[in-house]
């Protein structure tokens, strides 16, 4: 198997870890809300420095999400743009398939309960992360 087969294999096997975590429902806002309130908590405690309120929490459950998104689909641009490297326009090709997945993810998102599905969330972070992670493929190269 040459290396681009690998490649394509891990941009399928990452292709399908984001579906099965999208269906899980441990993932939703909601829930990693709660998680993240549960640790900020605990921390405070532990560092004996004053109750946290609900604000702070919420806006670092916010950014441990969207940075998720962005991490996440800038890694599938990246196996995407490995996999299709030798053809004339990889960057462009791997970016529109990366933007393409993670609509037909929130699309699937939405019959998940408990999941909201935002095109926001495709255009402003799934978009970004592939576009950088792309970006800095460019300029390594």
Do not use: C
């Not at 394509?8 to 309130?37: C, D, R």
């Not at 916010?62 to 743009?81: C, D, E, P, Q, S």
């Amino acid at each position: 198997m040459n290396k681009r087969k690998w490649w394509v294999l891990g941009a399928v096997i990452w292709m399908i870890t984001i579906f099965t975590f999208t269906q899980l429902p441990y993932f939703t806002g909601e829930n990693t809300s709660k998680v993240v309130h549960k640790v900020v908590v605990t921390e405070h405690q532990t560092i004996h420095t004053p109750s946290v309120d609900n604000t702070e929490a919420d806006s670092l459950n916010l950014v441990i999400r969207k940075a998720t998104h962005i991490t996440v689909f800038g890694i599938l641009a990246f196996l995407l743009f490995k996999s299709l490297e030798f053809y004339l326009f990889s960057y462009i090709i791997s970016w529109f398939l990366t933007v393409l997945y993670a609509i037909s993810d929130e699309y699937h998102q939405s019959f998940m309960p408990g999941r909201v599905s935002s095109l926001k969330d495709v255009f402003l972070f799934d978009f970004v992360g592939a576009l950088l992670v792309l970006f800095i493929t460019y300029l390594i190269k």
